[in-house]
């Protein structure tokens, strides 16, 4: 992790705690662009997200010249994009999730239960419409995608 990454990420541990929010991910590209996801429950706004950029803006402008040297986007991550912190999955619970398993196996289901180790899905059978929960070490998890409907 580079000394901006770090110093981005101090800056906004107290921002996001202050708005109740959290960071899902933090890209520093090599063109010079710096892209914060972050999040909050029920839902982030985008007037969060421009509080946000202006008042990360600011504290590393006053560091160094920031601003001419990098462009900042501050954003939600965007509903079809995978989960990529456990938050995310304790936000979803009762929502229908699709989990890609390493090995290459989709699971469907209901999300029941997410902690630091695993998931519980409720995965229905189709044919059978039998409803089984299984449990799902993260391990074991490529992505998982919430399944949205209309």
Known sequence: MT?????IREILEKVLKENNTYLIELKVHAGRLVQVFVDRDPHITIEECAYISR???KELNEEFPFSEQYALEVS???????FKVLRQYQKC???EVEVLMLSGVKKTGT??????DKI????TI??????SAIQIPFLDIKSTHI????
């Open 111 to 116: 999300l029941l239960f997410a902690d630091e």
């Open 55 to 57: 008042i990360l803006g």
């Open 93 to 95: 619970l009762g929502r």
């Open 76 to 82: 939600s991550p965007g509903i079809g994009e995978p």
């Open 126 to 131: 189709k044919l059978n419409k039998i409803a």
């Open 147 to 150: 399944i949205i409907k209309f």
């Open 120 to 123: 519980i899905l409720e995965e």
């Open 3 to 7: 000394n901006l990454e770090n110093r």
